[in-house]
């Protein structure tokens, strides 16, 4: 894995944006305390339309989770993170390294266990 490598959390179709933003904003924090410090993830934004959003007074809504991985074991627990946060959000877990990306979802344990092989053995030893 490349020290500039940056890994993006997102999630797949979430239906209510605000709902979205809400639960990438909760994944931010997991990131931040599965880290202490270590690492400092922070929330890629995009417009936010005002007819999408309208509760809110904002003019930006995060679309992604941004975290610097330099390590293939820091990559492992965003990936296993992110895996969490597919179930106990109900919703699949976009994950986006360069131009390589997963989804993370509905798989068994061991299909998701393979996956995150997969994906961390294209970027770098384990």
């Known amino acids: 894995m ?3 490598g940056v890994v993006l959390l997102q999630f797949v179709t979430p239906g209510d944006p605000a709902r ?3 639960l990438l904003r909760e994944l ?5 305390d599965l880290f202490r410090g270590e690492l400092k993830p922070f929330l890629v934004t995009a417009p936010a ?3 999408e959003v309208p509760a809110k ?3 930006a809504v995060a679309e992604w989770v941004g975290v ?6 820091v990559l492992i627990d965003l990936l296993r993170l992110a895996a969490e946060w597919a179930g106990r959000a109900k919703n699949p877990v976009r994950v986006k390294l360069g131009d390589d990306e997963l989804v993370l979802g509905n798989a068994t344990a061991e299909q998701q266990q393979k996956i995150v092989d997969a994906f961390v053995a294209r970027h770098g030893e384990t």
């Not at 931010?28 to 931040?32: I, R």
């Open 49 to 51: 339309p005002r007819d």
């Open 68 to 73: 610097a991985a330099t390590a293939a074991p």
């Open 57 to 59: 007074d904002v003019t």
């Open 28 to 32: 931010h924090h997991d990131v931040a």
């Open 20 to 22: 979205a933003e809400d």
């Open 2 to 4: 490349t020290s500039d």
